[in-house]
Each structure stands twice: as structure tokens, then as C-alpha cells.
């Protein structure tokens, strides 16, 4: 026979409380409670009404309504003409955006930014996921079968082609084209988050596995002019790296090497090796040969820089879980992790010296940090 704690059966009295619909009815006009209950139903509202609300936003972005409002307001008419929406359509979607604080009403009849669209309008890294979600919502149709079904499968596990690692090193440029720009999209976020907390001044040579086209190698060796800078990704990727390198004029110091960690050796020579939303794409045994491979390649005391979204640990979850974990599921490989977890993955890699820096937006990216234990 199990035995519940104190906390469960104040837990299971709270919900007989709350489910009850007459307690629901009197907390509802009751003065005290009354403020309570409608930001809960307000609550319960968003998340029935969430996918509606993520449809509106995708329709904004789709039509690039952010950008034509950015440069001058306009009336309905004006922007229904421009694009090719029916006069109704627009204004319901203008009427809804305005409702979601994406625009706002302006003089004349006009509107213009509203606050969450004009902080849109400076993080295209968000506007190319928010276009990237169109799979997910088509994988997540169904959720029990999702649920029920093979992790993958759907169209999101076929667009993340290189996770499966199954002949990953020959996909051709085609192939991962298009993952590769969107991640690219993101990188100026989390080099930002990076150099808040992390110099590279000290450092010689930056090793990025998993670099992707080079952006936040770009970004680093902008920031730390005398750093040397490497990439290795596989090598369609690496050949982009390659072409942004020259094209931001670091060619003399930048480098990008082609390859699989799943089967390659890792450059070595770098002082400091960073993996950038890399850990939380893969299961834990790719994960663990990953760290150890970069133990392998680092000198003794040199650093590892992880910089990624973190799990929250038990009792203190936050909607980000709830995100990754079923875009993990549709991507078919992956989890999230807490400090905690990735902790120990380090230590048993031969890692020491493990920190969890206080970054402005962990939401983008934690940045944590590790280094080599010299061999005894």
C-alpha cells in the first residue's frame, strides 16, 4: 500500500476545492477571491486559446506585417491592397494583433507597432522560428499519436536530417541549407548571452563543434580581434562557414574543418572548445562521447563553454519545459537537462570547475562553463 505525504493530501484536498463548480461560482463573486478567479480563468483562457494565438503570429510574420509597419503606419485599406488580403481579412487579423500587443491603433485610422511586434521587428533569430513552427503545428495535429507513436517521424525529425547521424557527413548542401540558416538566425542572441559573461581575451584558439555557418564565431572573433577561431561541422556546413569567414574578412584567422563528431576525431590546438545549442539536440550517449571527445581535444586546464537552454529542476519547471520536451519528441532525439544533469555528464567526462553564469536572458541560452582536470 503506498503512503501519501502530508503535502500530497493538502495537494489532493486543494484540487477537490478548486475542481468543485460551486466553489468555482462562489469565488467568482466573492470580493476576496473574486480578483484571483478571473486571472485564473484568464490563465486557463491563454492556454485553450494558445494555438489560435500562435496562428495569429505566424500570419504576421508570413505576410512580413512587422517590417511594413516599422517603416510608416498604415490604414487597413492600405495594407489589405499591398497584401492581397481581403479588406475583412485584414482588419480581423489587425483587430486580433492588436489584442495580442503585436500592433496598435495610430491617428487617422493607421496602425502601427505595438510593443511585443516592435521587439519583433529587432530579433529576426524569433521571427524565423516563429515561420520554422508551421512543421511543428503539423506534427503536434495529433498529439496521442505523437504521444503514443516512435519519438520522430513527422516532418520536424526529416528537417533535422543531421541529428540521426546515419551517413550525416554526406548530406549535400540542399540538405542543410535551410536548418543551417535558421540557426544561423539565432546565433547574434546567444553570442550576445556569451560575451556577457565570457571573455575569450585570455584564449588563443576557439574551437565551435557544431559551428553551423561560422555566425557566432563571427561574432566572437568581432568582439576578441586577436582570437584565432575554428569550426568544425560537417562538410556542406563547413564550406558556408568557409564563405562567411572571407566574407567578414577573417579568413586569416578563421578556419572551418569538415567532419561528423559521431565518427571524427575533433580538430585539436584550440585552448577553448564551445558547443552552442548542440547538448540538448542529442541523447545521452551521443552527449557523453561528445564531452569526451573535447576532453580529448582540450590541453590540460582548458575550457569548455556550453551555452544552451537549461531544463528547470524539479518543482520549478517553466513553459520553456513544457516547449522543448514535445519539440524534442517530434524531433525525435534530444532532451532537455538541468544544470544539475549536465553537471554530472561533465564530471564524468573529466570535467571540473563547473559554473552556471547569471546571464540577462537564460531563456535564449544558459552559459556554463568547464575545465580539463589535468591528468594525474
Not at 10 to 34: E, H, K, M, N, Y
Not at 233 to 247: G, Y
Not at 300 to 308: F, H, P, R, S, Y
Not at 348 to 367: K, N, T, W, Y
Request: net charge positive.
Amino acid at each position: 500500500m503506498s503512503s501519501f505525504s502530508l503535502r500530497d493530501r493538502l495537494l489532493g484536498w486543494r484540487d477537490t476545492i478548486l475542481s468543485s463548480a460551486r466553489f468555482q461560482r462562489f469565488a467568482a463573486v466573492f470580493p476576496l477571491t473574486r480578483g484571483v478567479a478571473r486571472r485564473r480563468a484568464g490563465a486557463m483562457f491563454d492556454i485553450v486559446a494558445g494555438f489560435v494565438y500562435s496562428q495569429i503570429l505566424l500570419a504576421c510574420v508570413q505576410l512580413r506585417l512587422f517590417e511594413l509597419l516599422r517603416e510608416r503606419p498604415a490604414s487597413a485599406g492600405e495594407l489589405a491592397q499591398r497584401l492581397s488580403l481581403p479588406l475583412e481579412s485584414m482588419q480581423l487579423l489587425l483587430d486580433a494583433a492588436t489584442a495580442l500587443k503585436l500592433v496598435q491603433p495610430r491617428s487617422g485610422g493607421r496602425y502601427g507597432l505595438g510593443q511585443l511586434g516592435a521587439e519583433l521587428c529587432g530579433n529576426p533569430g524569433v521571427r524565423a522560428l516563429v515561420e520554422h513552427h508551421a512543421m511543428l503545428y503539423r506534427d503536434l495535429a495529433d498529439p496521442l499519436a505523437m504521444l503514443r507513436g516512435p519519438r520522430g517521424g513527422g516532418e520536424l525529425a526529416a528537417y533535422w536530417a543531421y541529428v540521426r547521424g546515419e551517413g550525416a557527413a554526406n548530406l549535400g548542401v540542399e540538405q542543410v541549407s535551410p536548418y543551417t540558416a535558421l540557426m544561423a538566425a539565432s546565433q547574434p542572441m546567444i553570442a550576445r548571452e556569451v560575451l556577457h559573461v565570457v571573455s575569450f581575451k585570455q584564449h588563443r584558439c576557439l574551437l565551435d563543434v557544431g559551428g553551423g555557418d561560422g555566425s557566432f564565431l563571427s561574432a566572437v572573433a568581432a568582439h576578441t580581434p586577436d582570437l584565432r577561431v575554428m569550426l568544425f561541422d560537417l562538410p556542406a556546413v563547413a564550406a558556408k562557414a568557409a564563405e562567411r569567414f572571407a566574407a567578414n574578412g577573417l579568413a586569416g584567422r578563421a578556419t572551418a574543418i569538415g567532419g561528423s563528431f559521431r565518427d571524427d576525431p575533433l580538430p585539436e590546438g584550440a585552448d577553448i572548445v564551445s558547443l552552442v545549442r548542440i547538448i540538448h539536440d542529442h541523447d545521452d550517449d551521443v552527449v557523453t562521447a561528445l564531452l569526451r571527445a573535447v576532453h580529448k581535444a582540450l590541453p590540460d586546464n582548458g575550457k569548455l563553454l556550453i551555452a544552451e537552454p537549461l531544463a528547470g529542476p524539479p518543482g520549478r519547471e517553466s513553459s520553456t519545459d513544457a516547449y522543448f520536451a514535445f519539440y524534442l519528441r517530434a524531433m525525435g532525439t534530444g532532451q532537455g537537462r538541468t544544470f544539475a544533469r549536465l553537471r554530472q555528464l561533465l564530471e564524468e567526462a573529466g570535467f571540473g570547475d563547473i559554473r552556471l553564469h547569471a546571464v540577462p536572458m537564460p531563456m535564449v541560452a544558459s552559459v556554463i562553463t568547464a575545465i580539463k582536470r589535468p591528468m594525474c
